[in-house]
């Protein structure tokens, strides 16, 4: 059996991910539902996520508006509004992608305990690929045996960091010549700058035209503000500082030719009833922000 003490600091997170998912299952008004969440979390996730919450509560309310993330009545409950919002943007993002004619290809890079491919209903047709380090998808297999996937599911048990990683994609059954659609989830802002542009330009070139990627960031200030400091000892601790953050996502994507739409929780299209007050301009500085992109390519 692989247990979760097996998984790497980066990994370990993806736990703090599902325990997130699976609190917010709980919830009479839940925005998303994930019944695989609470066993893919585990025990390891559940304590994880306490002391996430933990030192940021004690940490304090002393960044309401000036620090946190716009709407955040408490530092924890913020926390779980961004991860809520953002697990049923990128579901409501997929849905609509598969529904494209000829789209039939999924890939999940940095797949974590993503269970999407168990928990959601798919189109007759599509092929979903996990792109994950092999601890973390061995553990995933191993919790989700007794269940079935509702898509033609793909292991690809190798690091990004690989530069051969594409590779293993094609091997797994990956098609380049045919559009696909691309999901990074929590993982831009754990790869240093170089790393980020590496994996956007190799995405870029096994993409076909008319294919469609969306992703997660934060901006610049969130790596350095003191009113994220609490959060990112934690991270830290791990072993997994966040060390990738961006102002203009747009570019960004477009230097790797997406043309990229983004919005911040609690703007139209990324609210779901959960964001209580208006998002600040994207001019105003010295807000700890989280964009959620998703883009085409040319």
């Excluded at 098609?175 to 980020?196: C, H, I, K, Q, R």
Aim: glycine letters at 8%; hydrophobic letters at 45%.
């Amino acid at each position: 059996m692989t247990h979760a003490v097996n998984l790497d600091a980066v990994g370990r997170t993806a736990l703090v991910t599902a325990a997130m998912r699976a609190a917010e299952t709980s919830r009479p008004d839940a925005i998303h539902r994930d019944p695989y969440a609470a066993a893919l979390a585990g025990d390891l996730g559940r304590q994880l996520l306490a002391e996430l919450l933990a030192a940021v509560s004690e940490a304090g309310p002393s960044g309401a508006r000036t620090g946190r993330t716009p709407g955040a009545t408490a530092a924890g409950s913020g926390r779980r509004a961004v991860n809520a919002i953002r697990t049923r943007f990128f579901d409501d993002y997929l849905r609509a992608a598969v529904t494209e004619a000829g789209l039939r290809q999924v890939v999940v890079a940095g797949a974590g305990m993503d269970s999407r491919a168990y928990r959601m209903q798919w189109p007759d047709g599509v092929r979903y690929f996990e792109v994950d380090r092999p601890p973390v998808l061995d553990y995933k297999r191993e919790c989700l045996a007794a269940e079935s996937p509702r898509a033609d599911h793909r292991w690809v048990p190798v690091d990004l960091a690989e530069p051969s990683w594409p590779e293993a994609l094609a091997d797994a059954g990956f098609d380049p010549a045919l559009p696909s659609t691309w999901l990074l989830e929590g993982l831009l802002f754990y790869l240093p700058e170089s790393a980020v542009h590496r994996v956007l330009g190799q995405i870029a070139e096994s993409a076909a035209p008319g294919s469609r990627i969306a992703a997660d960031l934060v901006n610049a200030a969130a790596l350095t503000m003191p009113a994220q400091r609490a959060l990112l000892e934690v991270f830290a601790s791990w072993g997994c500082p966040w060390l990738f953050g961006c102002d203009e996502p747009e570019e960004l994507f477009a230097r790797h030719g997406f043309a990229a739409d983004v919005v911040q929780p609690g703007e139209p299209g990324a609210d779901f009833g959960r964001w209580p007050d208006p998002v600040p301009p994207r001019d105003l500085p010295d807000l700890y922000r989280v964009f959620l992109v998703s883009g085409r390519r040319h």
